[in-house]
C-alpha cells in the first residue's frame, strides 16, 4: 500500500475515533445527572473509600462519588471549552473582517493588538484576568476567550484582504453589491472552512485553559470541572495515599482524550478542507 | 559586498526593531490600563485589600504618592517614565519593590525553561529524524498519534504523575522546591539544584516535545524529496550521513524559527508546572500574588514574562539571516 492512501486512511480512522469518543463525552455531558450513580454534590458514602462495587471510583474527602464528580465535570469542562471557543472564533472573526474591510486606522491599531495577543504568554495573562474577575463560569468563559481570539482575526482579516482584490468580489460591487450581500455571498462561505477548522482547534486549548485554570484555584468554586478534581486531590494530600490512582488519573485522563479527539477531527476536517479548497482553485 | 550587506542588515533592523518597540508598548499600555479598567476600586487594586480601613487622610497621602490622584494622561506619563527606568511597582504584600522580586525569581524560571527547550528540541529533532527515514511505516503513523496525545495532556498533570511517582513513591527526587537550604556551596549545591530541577523540566519537556517533534517531521519530509538528497543517496553516501549532513541542516529553518517561537508557551506552562513542583520561579510568585491580590506584583511578572518572549522573537527574527543565506543575500 502506498504511503499517502495509508496516511490517509490512518488519518480517517483517528478522526472516526475522535468522532466517537467525543459523542460518549457530549451524552455524558448532556445526560449525566441522569447517567450517574449519584448526584455529584450528595453525600454518598463515607469520605476517603476505595473503589468498590458501590463507588467504582471511590469516594473524596467528603464522601461524593468520584465516579459521579467525574461525569458532571464533562458538563463544565466541555461547556467552557466550546462557549469559550465560539466567542473567541465569532468575535475575531468578526474584529478581522472589519479590519481587513475598513483598513487603514482601525486595521492598524487591530492588528498591532493581534500582535501583541500572539505574542505575550498567555497563561501568565491568563492568570492575571483571572484574579481581577470574580470566581465564576462566565468569567472563565471571558476569559478564555479574550486569550484565542488573535489567530482566528488574523486569518479572517488576510482572507477579506485577498478577496476584495479577487475579480468575481470585484465584479459584484461594479453591479452595485452592499456589504451585506458581498459578506454573505462571498466573505462568509469563503472564510466558514478556515473557521470551522479554526473553532475545533482553539476548542482543545480553550479546555486545556479552563483546566490550567481550576487547577490553581481560579476556576468556578461552586461547580466541580475536571481541573478542580485534581487541584482538591492535591490539596487532600491524594499523592501521599494510594487515592491518586482513581482520584487524580482519571480526570487527567479524560481531558486528553477530549482535547486529542478535537486534535484529530480537526485533522481529518483540514484535509477534507483542503482537499475542496484544491479543486475549487483548479475548477 | 560587505558593505551592501551589513546595510540590509541595518535596514533588517530598521524594520523589524520599531514593530517590538510596539509590541512592549501595547504591553505597556495594557498593564496600565487593566487595574484602571477592571471592576473593583482601583485604590484598592494599587494598595491592597486593607486600603479601604485605613484613615480618609492615609489614603489622600498614598494615592498622592503612588500619582493616582492626577490626571490619567499624566498618571500614564509617570507610569511609562517609571517603566523605562525598571520600576514595576510596589507589591504590598511583600513590602518590597516588584523588580527586587522579580529579580530574585527569574533566574530559577530561565533556568528551568531554558533546560527544557533545548532538551525538548533535541529530543524532538532526533525523534523526527528517526521517524522520517522509516516513514510511512506503521510505527511512523503511531507516532503521530501517540504525540498527539502527548500534546493534549495537561502539562501540570503528566507532572503530578512524574512527582507522585519518582518523587513520593520511589523518593528519588525531592518534592518540593528549587534547592535545599542545607547544601550551599560548590558542586554540592549544582548536583542539588539539578536534582531538584529533573522532574519540572523532564514535565516541560514532555509536555512540549511533540509540537517539535510534529514541525520537524513535516519540515524534514519536505527535504528529502528533494534531488540533492537523490543525488547524496546515488554518491552512495550512508544514511546517516545524509540525514545529519545534508537534510537536517536544510530543513533546521523552520525549527529553528518554531523553538524561539514556542518560549512563551513553555514560559506559560512553566508557571503552571512551577506549581506543582513549588518550584521558586516567577509561576509560583505570580500565583501566590493571585491569591493576596498582589495586582503590581502580578502585572509586573507579566511584563517581564512579556518582554523576554518579545526579546527572543526578536532574537529569533535578526538571526533568521544567519541561519537562511537565501535571506541573507
Not at chain 2, 523576554?308 to 543565506?325: A, E, F, M, S, T
Request: aromatic fraction near 8%; proline fraction near 5%.
Amino acid at each position: 500500500m502506498s504511503r499517502p492512501r495509508r496516511l490517509r486512511r490512518a488519518t480517517r480512522t483517528l478522526t472516526i475515533l475522535g468522532g466517537v469518543t467525543l459523542a460518549v463525552f457530549g451524552v455524558l455531558a448532556l445526560f449525566g445527572s441522569a447517567l450517574a450513580p449519584f448526584d455529584a454534590g450528595e453525600r454518598a458514602g463515607r469520605p476517603f473509600l476505595e473503589p468498590s462495587r458501590d463507588h467504582l471510583l471511590g469516594t473524596d474527602d467528603i464522601g461524593h462519588d468520584i465516579l459521579s464528580e467525574l461525569i458532571g465535570g464533562a458538563r463544565v469542562s466541555l461547556l467552557i471549552g466550546l462557549a469559550a471557543a465560539a466567542i473567541a472564533v465569532v468575535g475575531g472573526g468578526l474584529l478581522g473582517a472589519v479590519a481587513g474591510y475598513r483598513r487603514g486606522a482601525v486595521d492598524a491599531v487591530l492588528m498591532r493588538t493581534v500582535d501583541y495577543a500572539l505574542v505575550v504568554p498567555t497563561i501568565p495573562l491568563l492568570i492575571v484576568l483571572a484574579s481581577y474577575l470574580e470566581r465564576g463560569m462566565r468569567s472563565q468563559i471571558l476569559v478564555v476567550a479574550v486569550l484565542l481570539w488573535a489567530e482566528p482575526a488574523r486569518i479572517v482579516r488576510s482572507q477579506v484582504l485577498s478577496l476584495r482584490e479577487r475579480t468575481h468580489v470585484l465584479a459584484a460591487r461594479t453591479f452595485g453589491a452592499g456589504a451585506p450581500y458581498l459578506i454573505r455571498r462571498h466573505v462568509v462561505p469563503a472564510v466558514a472552512p478556515l473557521l470551522i477548522a479554526q473553532f475545533v482547534r482553539v476548542v482543545s486549548v480553550a479546555i486545556l485553559f479552563e483546566v490550567a485554570l481550576s487547577f490553581v484555584g481560579l476556576g468556578d468554586p461552586v461547580r466541580r470541572s475536571w481541573g478542580s478534581m485534581i487541584q482538591f486531590a492535591t490539596d487532600r494530600g491524594a499523592f501521599l495515599t494510594g487515592a491518586w490512582k482513581w482520584w487524580i488519573v482519571p480526570p487527567g485522563l479524560c481531558v486528553a482524550a477530549v482535547v486529542c479527539s478535537f486534535a484529530f477531527v480537526g485533522l481529518g476536517l483540514e484535509e477534507r478542507f483542503d482537499r475542496r479548497l484544491a479543486r475549487g482553485a483548479q475548477g | 559586498m560587505a558593505g551592501r550587506r551589513r546595510r540590509r542588515r541595518l535596514r533588517r533592523f530598521a524594520v523589524r526593531v520599531p514593530q517590538y518597540v510596539l509590541i512592549v508598548l501595547v504591553a505597556a499600555t495594557a498593564n496600565f490600563a487593566l487595574p484602571r479598567l477592571m471592576p473593583g476600586n482601583p485604590v484598592e487594586l494599587l494598595l491592597g485589600e486593607d486600603a479601604n480601613r485605613l484613615p480618609a487622610e492615609t489614603i489622600e497621602k498614598e494615592l498622592a504618592d503612588v500619582g493616582l490622584d492626577q490626571p490619567l494622561l499624566t498618571q500614564y506619563g509617570r507610569y511609562m517614565s517609571g517603566l523605562a527606568q525598571g520600576d514595576l511597582g510596589y507589591s504590598f504584600r511583600h513590602r518590597r519593590a516588584v523588580s527586587t522580586l522579580l529579580r530574585e525569581r527569574l533566574p530559577w524560571t530561565i533556568l528551568l525553561v531554558g533546560t527544557a527547550l533545548v532538551v525538548s528540541t533535541i529530543l524532538g529533532v532526533a525523534l523526527a529524524a528517526f521517524a522520517v527515514w522509516r516513514r510511512g511505516r506503521r510505527r511512523d503513523v503511531a507516532s503521530i498519534a501517540v504525540f498527539t496525545f502527548l500534546e493534549s495532556t495537561p502539562p501540570f498533570w503528566i507532572g503530578l504523575l512524574l512527582l507522585i511517582w519518582f518523587g513520593a513513591n520511589l523518593k528519588w527526587f525531592p518534592l518540593f522546591g528549587s534547592v535545599s537550604v542545607d547544601r550551599t556551596t560548590g558542586l554540592a549545591r549544582a548536583g542539588d539544584i539539578g536534582v531538584h530541577l529533573l522532574l519540572p523540566a523532564a514535565t516541560l519537556v514532555l509536555a512540549s516535545v511533540g509540537a517539535t517533534f510534529l514541525l520537524a517531521r513535516a519540515s524534514l519530509l519536505g527535504v528529502v524529496s528533494e534531488d540533492y538528497v537523490l543525488v547524496a543517496r546515488a554518491k552512495g553516501l550512508r544514511e546517516r550521513t545524509i540525514a545529519i549532513r545534508h537534510a537536517l541542516p536544510a530543513a533546521s529553518l523552520p525549527i529553528a524559527t518554531s523553538v524561539l517561537l514556542r518560549v512563551g508557551s513553555l514560559a506559560g506552562g512553566a508557571v503552571i508546572v512551577e506549581r506543582v513542583f513549588s518550584y521558586r520561579g516567577v509561576g509560583t510568585l505570580m500565583l501566590e500574588a493571585s491569591f493576596g491580590r498582589d495586582y503590581p506584583l502580578l502585572q509586573g511578572g507579566l511584563f517581564v514574562l512579556t518582554l523576554i518572549v518579545v526579546g527572543v522573537n526578536l532574537l529569533g527574527d535578526l538571526l533568521y539571516p544567519r541561519l537562511d543565506p537565501r535571506v541573507r543575500r
